[in-house]
């Protein structure tokens, strides 16, 4: 089971103790996948499908709960590709009244657009309203790869009411389309945690939260290897050119030709050449800090590239240091 389906499942065995909850998560529910049937006899009815059985069980237990008319189930079996079977509740209100109340109808009779305020005026009735907007037309990908939550509606209306109704939480929601339909989202891990929490999903935020955890540790991990890496090749880089720069020097101008301070950590790389910088100024007497033998092997390759520059002829070339004659 997908982590998206495994949160749904929680979510539909949360139950509300508030009637005022309980109608605010019906009315979601049914204004997300619910259609309105009106027969010749001014005879209404409301079919809600879903392929989540836990959903279709909580809407037909809200029905009961809130509108206290006839309720039924039909399972509907699809055969093709093996896939889910398919629920219609099918909810009977009794007359205008309750589809009022539902929030589908304003005080004319008319459809009534975005969200009924009436519906939403407590914060645990807001709480519901979310849940069963996301259990009707939500999902959330597993942590393991984005973050992503999302709720799909094909109403723009609505959309901008939810939209504006998770932000009053400040949980950072946005409305994009897609195709045909107004998804309303959140990408950030901490607002989809806070929105987890908001609904009662508390076991899928903590799952959430440990893989989050986890996944940020391993990416930690991953950084600091991979820049421990890039200064050990960095290191050895330069401790090559190092070497190059000092043999070139010896070859050419000869050590007896440096001051004492670049000759000791000449030579003390030559015969070290894996050590660091520090390594290297515990060895010289007296010791050096990093950026003193740093300051010294500069000074070796730059006298190196001046070598390099000039076209120094080498050890033979040098005669004034060969003979001691001016």
């Known amino acids: 089971m997908s982590f998206s389906a495994t949160t749904k499942e929680e979510l539909a065995r949360v139950t509300e103790h508030s009637p005022s909850a309980e109608l605010a998560e019906l009315a979601a529910l049914v204004r997300m996948d619910g259609t309105l049937q009106i027969s010749s006899h001014r005879e209404y009815a409301l079919n809600v499908t879903t392929e989540n059985a836990a959903v279709a069980r909580k809407v037909y237990r809200l029905a009961k709960n809130v509108l206290g008319g006839q309720v039924d189930i039909v399972v509907r ?9 398919s629920y219609l509740v099918r909810i009977y209100p009794r007359g205008v009244e309750d589809l009022q109340r539902l929030g589908l109808l304003d005080e004319d009779a008319l459809i009534q657009p975005g969200i009924c305020g009436s519906l939403v005026r407590r914060r645990g009735d807001q709480k519901a309203y979310l849940r069963g907007a996301f259990l009707a037309g939500g999902s959330i990908n597993n ?3 984005t973050y992503h939550l999302e709720i799909i509606t094909n109403d723009l209306g609505h959309a901008q009411a939810l939209c504006g109704l998770i932000n009053k939480f400040r949980l950072g929601a946005k409305v994009s389309a897609r195709k045909n339909w107004h998804v309303v989202y959140i990408k950030e ?49 330069a401790a090559v050119r190092q070497v190059d720069n000092i043999r070139l020097v010896a070859d050419t101008v000869g050590f007896t030709s440096l001051p004492e301070a670049l000759r000791q950590v000449a030579q003390a790389r030559l015969e070290y050449p894996d050590a660091s910088l520090k390594e290297l100024g515990e060895m010289l007497r007296p010791q050096v800090g990093k950026s003193g033998v740093n300051h010294r092997l500069r000074k070796i390759d730059e006298l ?8 120094y002829p080498g050890k033979t070339g040098t005669g004034r240091n060969r003979s001691g004659r001016g």
């Open 77 to 85: 079996r699809k055969l093709r590709l093996r896939k889910n079977n």
């Open 143 to 145: 942590p393991e790869g």
């Open 189 to 237: 891990s901490e607002h989809i945690v806070g929105f987890l929490a908001l609904v009662g999903a508390h076991h899928a935020l903590l799952e959430f939260e440990n893989v989050r955890v986890f996944k940020e540790m391993r990416n930690q991990v991953n950084r600091l290897v991979n820049c421990e890496t890039a200064n050990l090749n960095k290191t050895v880089d």
């Open 304 to 311: 190196a590239e001046s070598i390099r520059l000039k076209g």
